[in-house]
Structure formats: C-alpha cells, structure tokens
C-alpha cells in the first residue's frame, strides 16, 4: 500500500509539475505571462490541481479527510501562482518574443479557445488510457521492479578451480 501511495504521489506530481528554470528577466516573460492569461493557464492549472486531488482521494478514500490540506499543499507547490514566473522562464527561453506573440494570436482565435478548453480533456484522457495500460500489466512490472531491487547474484562470478 505504502509503496502504491508514493507510486501514485509521484505520478500525481509528473502530472501536474513543469521542470523550473531560472526566472527569465525582461519583455519575454511578460509576454508569456500574457498568453498564459489568453491561454486561460491558472483556470486549467487549478482545475487539474482539483482533478488530481479527486483522483488521488478516490485511489486513496483515507485522504477524503484530508482534503483541503492536500488542495492547499498543491495549490501552493504546483499551481499557478507558485509557478507563473519560473513557466514564464521557461516559455520565454523556448520561443521568441515574436513566436510567443503569435501564440498570442492563436490563442485568441475560435480554434485556439477551442484547445484551452479540450486539451485538459484530452491530456485527462490520455494520462487514464496510460494509467489502464500500466494497470493491465501491473504484474509484469512488479516483475521488473522486484528483479531490480534483489542483490545480483553470485552467478556471474567466475567459477573457483578445485585444487589438486
């Protein structure tokens, strides 16, 4: 159970986390932070904080009490406003100020509000079908993991010679 929680803590935290860079300076930055506004990033960030904590809660119906703790521990860790200037960094040294303009444009179009809204959709469907996936053949990697975690054995060692 023990390890089944961390497994599933960690595949929470690969969910929701973006690797952090160092906070870029200058126009570029602000320019992202524009597009994650037109992108409407902190709604979908705090809506996959709260699906996330829902999935967890339903794996793990102990946490139920624990609720609000867990919303604010991510709210705090992993959203928007805990990561808005480090994803900037991170946007502003992916893209150019005039590509994160163009996104900009996107964004603002029917087909680019149509994406904020279907992407969580999606990236919520596809995170599901990997989790079943892995779930069909839960027991062919606990094969894997527990052959990894056994000391090697001494099989490969060279045979010793009998003396004479």
Not at 1 to 21: D, G, S
Not at 44 to 61: E, F, H
Not at 118 to 140: H, I, N, S, T
Request: charged share 25%; with cysteine; hydrophobic share 40%.
């Amino acid at each position: 159970m023990r390890k089944t929680f961390c497994l599933a803590l960690t595949a929470l935290m690969f969910t929701t986390a973006l690797p952090l860079t160092a906070h870029a300076q200058g126009a570029s930055s602000k320019t992202a932070i524009e597009l994650f506004k037109v992108m409407e990033l902190p709604n979908m960030m705090k809506d996959l904080t709260a699906t996330n904590t829902d999935q967890l809660i339903q794996s793990y119906p102990a946490l139920k009490a624990s609720r609000k703790e867990l919303e604010k521990f991510f709210e705090e860790t992993v959203g928007y406003a805990a990561l808005e200037a480090d994803l900037a960094g991170i946007y502003a040294s992916a893209f150019t100020e005039s590509e994160l303009k163009e996104l900009i444009t996107f964004y603002k179009t029917p087909t680019g509000r149509k994406s904020t809204r279907e992407m969580p959709k999606l990236y919520a469907l596809g995170a599901d079908l990997g989790r079943r996936k892995v779930e069909a053949r839960q027991e062919e990697l606990q094969r894997i993991v527990t052959q990894a975690m056994q000391p090697t054995s001494n099989t490969s060692a060279p045979a010793k010679k009998k003396g004479k």
